[in-house]
C-alpha cells in the first residue's frame, strides 16, 4: 500500500487518442469517449452523452497544423489519468486557434476512453509557453 504505481497508458497512446478527437469524425468520438462526458468551453460546460458529443464531430479535418505540447500527466487511480497540454492549430476556415487543454480518461475493458474535456483558449498569436 501507498507504494506509487506507474502509469499504465504511454504518453504516445494517450497524445494519439487526443490527436484524433481533434481530427477524427463522429464515430471516431462515439469509439473513444465513454458513456458519458463532463465538457467545459468558454461558451459552455455541461455533461454529455457518447451519442450528443459525437454529433459535434459532424465533419472531419476541422482542424489543420495541430501541435501539441504536454504539459502534465497524473494518474490518481490505476484507472483515470488526466493530461493537460497545450494546442495551437488552425480551424477549417484558416484562422489560427490555441488553448490549454486538460481531458481526462478512464480505462474500459475496451481501452481508454475520454471523460472529461475543457479547453481555455489563448492568444493563438503569442509564442508557445515552455
Keep these: 500500500m501507498g507504494k506509487t504505481r506507474p502509469i499504465t497508458a504511454s ?3 494517450l497524445l494519439d487518442l487526443e490527436k484524433g478527437f481533434w481530427t477524427g469524425d463522429s464515430a471516431y468520438f462515439a469509439a473513444n469517449a465513454d458513456a458519458e462526458c463532463l465538457v467545459a468551453f468558454p ?3 455541461k455533461r454529455m ?3 450528443e458529443l459525437a454529433k ?3 465533419k472531419p479535418n476541422r482542424w489543420r497544423n495541430l501541435d501539441i505540447r504536454l504539459k502534465g500527466m497524473v ?3 490505476s ?3 488526466m493530461l493537460t497540454y497545450e494546442a495551437r492549430a488552425t480551424r477549417e476556415n484558416g484562422e489560427p486557434y490555441a488553448a490549454l487543454v486538460s481531458t481526462g480518461y ?3 475493458a475496451d ?3 475520454m471523460m472529461f474535456h475543457a479547453q481555455t483558449p489563448i492568444d493563438a498569436g503569442a509564442e508557445a509557453q515552455g
Aim: glycine residues 12%.
Design 11 to 13: 504518453k504516445q497512446e
Design 43 to 45: 461558451e459552455m460546460a
Design 49 to 51: 452523452t457518447n451519442t
Design 56 to 58: 459535434t464531430a459532424g
Design 75 to 77: 494518474e490518481p487511480g
Design 79 to 81: 484507472d483515470i489519468i
Design 106 to 108: 478512464v480505462h474500459r
Design 111 to 113: 481501452g481508454w476512453k
